[in-house]
């Protein structure tokens, strides 16, 4: 049972372009979301995160945005560069009973 | 500051063996959590230790095992190995008692099974 899911497994995007990475979860009691990325060889480093009470948050070129209703979180990157080429995850957390879930990644790959 | 540093990075065993992974977390961090990576399958959750005590725990058979010790310190054992067990384990490290807070990962251990 995949409570977050991430159903496209690669984007491709022009550099300068914005990239759009999209994320659905089942589970009602998530309530803290995040994103990571992951360069091959290496673990995941955490990118940008947002709490269930608010429905954006902005650092830089990254913007989460998070609807409730919909279930459904998407990471925004504007502009687009290549070295974000990378596998990104998001991750929901039920503050309850500590437990941190992921997505199953996508690839993003920024075309020069 | 060092970050989570885990041991050996790759690992070369075959069917019916048991294989030790080790991580020593940032220092500081007493959360440590386990993480199974496979092409397709994303991060799947193994188990959390929190202070010594499995605080979490996922949907892994009993061949999957850990501890942690009192310097934060974490073991993960895997015996009678198959094929299917063949992929990158990621641990990571979290601030103490914290909820929200981000994982720091190591770079991790390839696990290849023949």
């Known amino acids: 049972d995949q409570q977050v899911k991430q159903n496209s497994p690669s984007l491709s995007v022009q550099e300068g372009r914005i990239s759009i990475l999209n994320c659905d979860y089942t589970?009602?009691?998530?309530?803290?979301f995040l994103w990571y990325k992951k360069y091959p060889a290496e673990g995941p480093t955490f990118l940008i995160s947002i709490s269930s009470i608010k429905d954006k948050n902005e650092d830089g070129r990254f913007t989460v945005f998070l609807n409730k209703s919909a279930k459904h979180l998407s990471l925004h990157i504007v502009p687009s560069q290549p070295g974000d080429s990378a596998v990104y995850f998001c991750a929901a957390i039920d503050s309850g009973t500590y437990k941190y879930i992921f997505g199953t990644g996508t690839r993003l790959k920024v075309l020069a | 500051k060092a970050g989570v540093t885990q041991t050996p990075r790759y690992l070369i065993k075959t069917r019916g063996q048991q294989v030790t992974l080790s991580c020593s977390p940032i220092?500081?961090?007493?959360?440590v959590s386990w993480y199974q990576q496979t092409p397709g399958q994303g991060l799947q959750f193994l188990f959390e230790y929190f202070s010594e005590t499995q605080r979490n725990k996922g949907n892994f058979p009993g061949r999957f095992s850990g501890r942690q010790f009192s310097n934060s310190r974490s073991e993960m054992n895997v015996s009678t190995l198959e094929l299917g067990d063949s992929a990158l384990y990621l641990c990571a490290s979290s601030l103490p008692g914290a909820t929200n807070e981000k994982l720091f990962f190591g770079s991790g251990t390839q696990l290849s099974v023949l």
């Open positions: 589970n009602s009691m998530f309530d803290y």
């Open positions: 220092s500081g961090h007493r959360s």
